[in-house]
């Protein structure tokens, strides 16, 4: 039997691997040995290598999926030969042909498809021979389809063949299990039929691009391309929001005769893509100039078309069949995202590269691309090869606003309310527009803002998919069975674990019983609008911003925290340059382009350059002091300060700093307000631990005449307090003078020194408290 003429696809198999026409023989593939086989024999067996190597390279790679995932199945099941079940199994199994989506819709899935099998055939032996040869029903099944290829009229066997043949071998194992699912051979059939009917009067492609299998049309587009355009027409994209712009800019460059061949560049997240598949949209539903009317957008994998071409002009073959499809068909918009990844592609072993190719069709408008790369990548690749630069119109996408990106979020919503089963407050939508523009800062808008909505929506939803309280406690008795199961196995009393072992069985179905109940009433109440699920908030937006970034979002508005860079001449001049970058540009960037973001940063520097200045000044220097000679001293010591700070620091780093303030040196009243501070702070320390503490105004003079110090400052006087009554207290409390319950009273005569009075909790009010004599 030979195969009729079609693409020839040379596998160039290792030879260690066994190839489907060698497995379809029985036999590995390689030479045969003269003492096995006669001459005659020889030639006849090589006749028949020749017609099924024929046959197999008339498959498209899809239906030679099917065949290598028979031969896994077959593995799995521990059987020797490869039938029509483990065919049927491969058909399900590839999962994005028009077999797959056939059988699906007949209501069969690969995991109920191979029990079904394994009931109706058992498992096999085990020792499974390296290569798997077909039974003779299999062997039935692919001649089926070959012959079915040719009375369509099609020069390839694809998936939809493979699936027509087998349901005319109705006696094997396969159409069986088929019949075992209530399918019907003759529904099958027509629906395949049908399919492929739909794909053939599609002059755009039409589903087959994208959707799996091997159209008669444009198989290598098939193969390695996504149809957009069909997409959008099944409401499989989602909207596109205020890009208009940019959608009507690549319009006007596709209308172009020449060079018609737009470029989307802008930074990652921005929504480039999305760009795309709008205009797939528009196309969809004719809001679009007659000069791309009728047009189709289809996106390529560049990844899967370089897969698997290891050997030179392979990959040259691939691409040139593909760019002679589009040039035939003529309404073809191919979509290239990451078109940088062009320059270099397939450039192996001195071949040329993808971008040397596709430049001559470029130029005459034979080929139109609508490119998406990012403005570094592009600067990379494409802007450092001219003539590929001059073939693309460049169209800037730039970073939407926060306000546009709102109704993005908005116009995105009900898509992730469907998927989540929930709701989007516009609170949490504005939130997460306006909080990742403000804290993530390492990425860009809409992107971001769409990952936090989503990611909310998973944990909410993560949140309320709890079990219900019945089954919570029928989970609790599971285990504790399971337990004891285990248990008296473990003791070898049988009887007891099997009688256990049906109570663990009868629960875990009250258990599925009571989760699919609550599933069901969920159901029904989002169907009748009665219930649209849980509410995502701006608290949840807020969380996982906190997660993401580490940053208290919730606490921010009450307690904004600041940090203080301090002693700013002790650090080293590197890093004071780095900090004159974050007072420019609010940014400071590492030699790998990594950015941290100070927009939000206030950044206060504190200096003791000057100080010596300051001290020599006078000490009539306190905030309050209004009269001509306190100001003018001020004066004074500001500008030698401020000559000082010149020679010390760089005029460029001075020059970027908004304001130098000049502390006038703490006067004795000042101090004393700092001092009831800090003693109140020791206050509430004793009453937190049940003791009402009091300080004398004696007292607080004595802290303050011990703690003064024009040339440190405030500094002393914390010792102060920690010498003069800290330790004092810590000293009673240790020797049990000083109890919780207590009221202590501290006190300081003229002399200096310092009395602890106190009053036991089980003594009277009104006793007086003394200074001891």
């Known amino acids: 039997m030979s195969a009729p003429a079609g693409p020839r696809r040379d596998l160039h198999p290792h030879p260690a691997t066994p190839t489907p026409a060698s497995v379809f023989l029985g036999g590995g593939g390689g030479g045969f040995g003269p003492s096995s086989l006669s001459s005659r024999g020889s030639s006849s067996r090589g006749r028949r290598r020749l017609v099924a190597r024929a046959m197999f390279e008339s498959f498209t790679e899809k239906a030679i999926r099917v065949i290598m995932l028979a031969q896994e199945e077959s593995r799995r099941l521990g059987h020797h030969t490869v039938g029509s079940e483990q065919i049927l199994l491969g058909l399900v199994g590839e999962g994005t042909g028009i077999a797959a989506k056939v059988l699906r819709s007949a209501g069969l899935n690969l995991k109920d498809a191979r029990a079904e099998v394994e009931k109706v055939l058992g498992r096999g032996p085990g020792l499974i021979p390296i290569e798997i040869p077909f039974t003779a029903s299999a062997k039935k099944v692919i001649e089926s389809s070959t012959e079915e290829s040719r009375q369509l009229g099609h020069n390839y066997i694809g998936t939809e063949h493979l699936l027509l043949g087998l349901i005319r071998e109705d006696d094997g194992a396969a159409a069986i299990v088929l019949k075992n699912f209530q399918a019907d051979l003759g529904d099958i059939r027509n629906e395949v039929i049908k399919m492929i009917t739909d794909m053939s009067e599609d002059q755009t492609v039409g589903a087959g691009v994208g959707g799996g299998s091997s159209g008669a049309k444009m198989p290598t587009l098939e193969e390695y391309g996504t149809n957009l355009t069909k997409l959008a027409q099944e409401g499989k994209l989602d909207p596109v929001v205020g890009r208009n712009k940019q959608i009507e800019r690549v319009l006007q460059i596709l209308g172009r005769r020449t060079k018609n ?58 691409l040139k069949k593909l760019m002679e499809e589009i040039k035939q068909s003529g309404d073809i918009i191919l979509f290239l995202d990451e078109v940088h990844t062009l320059v270099g592609a397939g450039a192996a072993e001195g071949a040329i590269d993808a971008a040397n190719i596709l430049k001559p069709a470029l130029a005459r408008g034979e080929l139109q691309c609508l490119g998406a790369t990012t403005i570094d990548e592009y600067r990379k690749h494409i802007e450092k090869d001219p003539a590929l630069e001059r073939r693309f119109q460049p169209v800037k996408v730039p970073e939407p606003t926060v306000d546009e990106t709102i109704g993005i979020l908005k116009g995105l919503r009900e898509r992730y309310e469907i998927h989540h089963k929930l709701r989007y407050s516009d609170e949490a939508l504005i939130a997460a527009a306006q909080l990742s523009y403000q804290y993530i800062s390492d990425r860009f808008l809409p992107d971001k803002a769409i990952d936090l909505v989503d990611e909310a929506g998973s944990l909410v939803r993560l949140r309320h998919a709890k079990l219900p309280d019945e089954a919570k406690d029928l989970d609790k008795k599971l285990k504790e069975i399971t337990r004891q199961k285990n248990d008296a196995i473990r003791s070898q009393e049988f009887e007891t674990a099997g009688e256990l072992r049906r109570e663990e069985l009868e629960l875990k179905t009250q258990i599925m019983s009571l989760v699919d109940k609550s599933k069901e009433v969920s159901k029904a109440e989002m169907e009748s609008g009665a219930s649209a699920g849980p509410m995502v908030t701006e608290a949840d937006i807020q969380r996982i911003v906190a997660s993401w970034t580490s940053v208290p979002v919730e606490k921010v508005s009450v307690d904004e925290s600041s940090r203080l860079l301090k002693m700013e001449e002790t650090l080293h001049g590197r890093v004071i340059g780095q900090d004159e970058a974050i007072m420019e540009d609010g940014r400071l960037t590492d030699s790998r382009g990594r950015t941290v973001d100070f927009k939000n940063t206030l950044i206060i520097m504190t200096s003791n350059v000057g100080s010596s200045v300051i001290e020599k000044g006078g000490k009539q220097l306190g905030f309050d002091h209004d009269d001509g000679e306190a100001r003018s001293s001020y004066g004074r010591i500001k500008s030698l300060v401020d000559e000082e700070m010149k020679q010390y620091f760089r005029p460029e780093f001075l020059n970027r700093l908004d304001e130098m303030i000049v502390f006038r040196q703490l006067t004795k009243m000042e101090v004393k307000e ?19 503490l009091m300080v004398t105004e004696n007292f607080k003079d004595l802290v303050v005449e011990e703690g003064y110090d024009p040339s440190y400052g405030a500094r002393p006087l914390r010792r102060a307090i920690m010498r003069l009554l800290e330790d004092k207290l810590a000293d009673k409390m240790l020797a049990e003078d000083v109890k919780e319950g207590d009221y202590v009273i501290i006190d300081a005569d003229p002399m200096g020194n310092v009395a602890v009075l106190s009053r036991h909790s089980d003594l009277p009010k009104d006793q007086p408290l003394a200074f001891p004599a």
């Open 261 to 318: 061949n737009p470029c989307l560049i802008g930074e990652p997240g921005v929504g480039k893509t999305a760009i795309a598949e709008g205009l797939a949209q528009r196309i969809a539903t004719g809001d679009v100039p007659e000069t791309v009317e009728g047009k189709t957008v289809i996106t390529l994998d560049m990844g899967l078309l370089v897969a698997g071409t290891k050997y030179r002009g392979e990959f040259e073959e691939r």
């Open 674 to 692: 700092i001092a009831v501070i800090m003693l109140a702070e020791v206050t509430g320390r004793m009453k937190a631990k049940g003791i009402e």
